[in-house]
Structures are given as C-alpha cells and as structure tokens.
Nanobody, 128 residues
Framework: QVQLVESGGGLVEPGGSLRLSCLASVGDGRAFNTFGMGWFRQAPGKEREFVASISRSGTGSYYPDSVQGRFTISRNNAENTVSLQMNGLKPEDTADYFC??????????????????WGKGTPVTVSS
C-alpha cells in the first residue's frame, strides 16, 4: 500500500516557477525506491496527461515534448519524496497535478499511465 500526498501548487504568473512535492508513505514492507514515480496533470474538460517520470534510482527521467526543457523531476529515496520543478510556466500548464507510483513499470512505460497508486492532486494556475 502506498499513500501519496502532493503539495506546492498555487497561482503563478506566466514565465514563473513552481516546485511541486510528493510525499510517499509506503507499507507492506516495501521501500520507496522499488517504485517508479511519475507526475501527470489534468486540465478542466481534458484527459489526463503525462508530465514526467523518474526511475527507481533517480538516474533516468522522461518528459513529453510539451514540458521538455522546462520541467525537471527528481526524487529523494531517503526522504520518500519526488519533486517536480516547473520553470517557464505557460497558461496551458494550468491543471491539477497528480503524483503517481508504480511497482513494475519502467520510467518510460510510466508515460502510458495506468499507475498502481495516485495522489489526490494539487492545483496549478498560470495566469496574469
């Protein structure tokens, strides 16, 4: 069982930055570093969209073209956290952002979604 709690969302002007964090509580004797982690987002009236993923060790990451070069995912396995640094934010980045964990997928396969565990999300609004 994994519980995920996101934080750090808010209102930011276009071109600004935000850093999202996700704290994982892991049970059943498993360790946080056995889970691939990802961030997804969902804007009102739109389907959920993959934003970033990171390997169990933290050495591999993957992004869609829409955020490549602007967003950076990282993780701290000692603290059971995964973060998403978002720079150069655009109005089209406005959405609820969700942290997700998966016990078996590689960090590239996480882009397909269908994760094992999801957080409840944190809202990000990019507007002047």
């Amino acid at each position: 069982q994994v519980q995920l709690v996101e934080s750090g969302g808010g209102l930011v002007e276009p071109g600004g930055s935000l850093r999202l964090s996700c704290l994982a509580s892991v049970g059943d004797g498993r360790a946080f570093n056995t889970f691939g982690m990802g961030w997804f987002r969902q804007a009102p009236g739109k389907e959920r969209e993959f934003v970033a993923s990171i390997s169990r060790s933290g050495t591999g990451s993957y992004y869609p073209d829409s955020v490549q070069g602007r967003f950076t995912i990282s993780r701290n396995n000692a603290e059971n956290t995964v973060s998403l640094q978002m720079n150069g934010l655009k109005p089209e980045d406005t959405a609820d952002y969700f942290c997700a964990a998966d016990a078996t997928k590689s960090y590239r396969a996480i882009a397909l979604g269908r994760m094992d565990y999801w957080g409840k999300g944190t809202p990000v609004t990019v507007s002047s």
